[in-house]
């Protein structure tokens, strides 16, 4: 018979019988002489890795009604991106948990710096639809137009579909038009001073917000940040600036964090350097991040995002939320995964230059500066090329393909808008070339950067 390796009983503190099935006591197990003390059975199968399964309802309530809570940067900006009715309310649900909350220093600075362009990221956005409206109102048109020309549609039913498509789009500007009305910032009234819905935030959150660190701690934190940078460890490995670590580690020396739970809000609990997933699916906190918090004194950590605090927030208090507002919150926040980001338009200028085909980032920034529309003799002239010598057959297929990679980077979301795409007047060649209209702010703010 093999031998187990502690044939020498003298050699052992302590033996006991082996644990039964569905008996729970504490059992010792066959302990070395000389050791503090024997090993105990005390633990289920999953107990001390709750981060594995997403969290329920009731550990949700624990942590809202007694841990400490803490708003990152992008909850702070939706007031300023939420219509005046949803801004009212959201300001009004961190009112009711402000004695619970925390604002590092570092979410702080970010809002200050933030705050003017969000505004106009909103008021940009918000044109580009009216843009995109007229857009496909002339391409309607045009179709009609040569449907008539080639005798497929009479004359008659021409000026029948011509109406039915004006009273259309005419609808369609009209609702336009309302749901931009509801929108009342413009960020040139904002700049240099405080507009009211940050002095409201301001009141709210008085002595919330941490002081700056100092300087030795914010290089430790900032080398740490970089380091879980480089080997892709949550939280914020996405982001280019590393912000995400510098406020999480004001968190976590945050004084009142030992014995509670810690909830973070933050539309940034979406993404997968924050979560961890499956297959797709969110299941909880990345396991790190609940390390961290356990290396920190904290007893749980759950995220949230603004909608879900929204709703969290209409179920347990008086002050219910309305239905519009929900629905607002969680269209903001799919926009926001599914668009492009100032810094993923950087980076796609950036990695199309390092490729083989680097002017075709000079097609794109041309569109983006034309108002996202390049003509195809202009971009021949980038091409250094004419229409004799070559087609511009493949011109998108190279941007397309940095795209791909950013998207498996985690830098954009899978839906997001294609960066570059032929247009045409019917059959035939392309007549130029788009981008989605934020490029056209977004190469402003790089113009203005160089």
């Known amino acids: 018979m093999r031998s187990t390796g502690l044939d020498n009983c003298s050699d052992l503190k302590t033996w006991t019988h082996r644990p039964v099935w569905g008996d729970d006591r ?30 329920d309802q009731d550990r949700v309530r624990m942590a809202f009604k007694s ?17 005046p009715s949803a801004r009212r309310e959201l300001l009004q649900v961190l009112a009711d948990v402000a004695e619970r909350c925390f604002v590092p220093h570092q979410v702080a600075f970010e809002y200050n710096r933030n705050r003017v362009q969000v505004v106009s990221d909103r ?11 007229l857009a496909i109102r002339g ?10 020309r080639r005798q497929t549609l009479s004359s008659p039913d021409a000026e029948r579909l011509e109406e039915a ?15 931009a009305g509801k929108y009342d910032l413009k960020p040139e009234a904002i700049v240099g001073r405080k507009d009211e819905w940050t002095e409201r935030l301001e009141v709210i959150l008085a002595n919330r917000v941490a002081d700056k660190p100092s300087d030795e701690v914010l290089a430790i934190d900032r080398a740490e940040g970089e380091r879980r940078k480089s080997e892709k460890l949550a939280p914020g490995f996405k982001d280019k600036e590393n912000g995400d670590y510098l406020w999480w580690a004001e968190t976590l020396r945050h004084p009142s964090l030992s014995g509670r739970a810690l909830l973070v809000v933050s539309d940034d609990a979406a993404k997968g350097d924050w979560r961890f997933e499956v297959q ?28 879900e605090l929204l709703q969290l927030v209409g179920n347990l208090s008086p002050n219910k939320v309305s239905e519009e507002t929900l629905a607002e919150s969680t269209k903001v926040l799919t926009a926001l995964q599914t668009s492009w980001t100032f810094e993923a338009y950087v980076e796609l200028l950036d990695s199309i230059r390092q490729s083989r085909y680097p002017e075709r980032a000079d097609v794109v920034v041309g569109a983006a500066s034309q108002g996202g529309f390049i003509k195809r003799e ?8 004419d229409e004799d010598t070559r087609t511009l057959r493949h011109v998108v297929t190279p941007v397309q393909s940095v795209t791909r990679d950013l998207i498996a980077r985690g830098l954009l979301d899978s839906e997001v808008e294609d960066a570059l795409w032929a247009e045409y007047e019917g059959p035939g ?5 788009s981008t989605p209209s934020v490029f056209t702010d977004f190469q402003r703010r790089l113009s203005r950067t160089v």
């Open 26 to 55: 504490p059992r010792r197990i066959l302990s070395p002489k000389g050791s503090q003390a024997a090993m105990e059975f005390t633990k289920s199968l999953t107990s001390g890795f709750e981060y594995y399964f997403r969290p």
């Open 67 to 83: 841990g400490l809570i803490v708003l990152d940067t992008n909850v702070l900006l939706n007031v300023l991106r939420y219509s």
């Open 378 to 385: 202009d971009v021949y002239e980038i091409l250094g090329t």
């Open 139 to 148: 391409d309607l048109r045009i179709l009609v137009n040569k449907l008539t």
């Open 429 to 433: 060649k392309a007549v130029g070339y």
């Open 123 to 133: 008021r940009v956005e918000l044109d580009g639809i009216a843009q995109e409206v």
């Open 165 to 179: 498509v004006t009273v259309f789009f005419a609808a369609l500007a009209d609702a336009q038009a309302e749901a």
């Open 280 to 307: 797709g699916f969110a299941i909880g906190p990345h396991p790190i991040l609940a390390e961290d918090v356990a290396k920190a004194g904290g007893t749980d950590l759950i995220l949230l995002t603004t909608p």
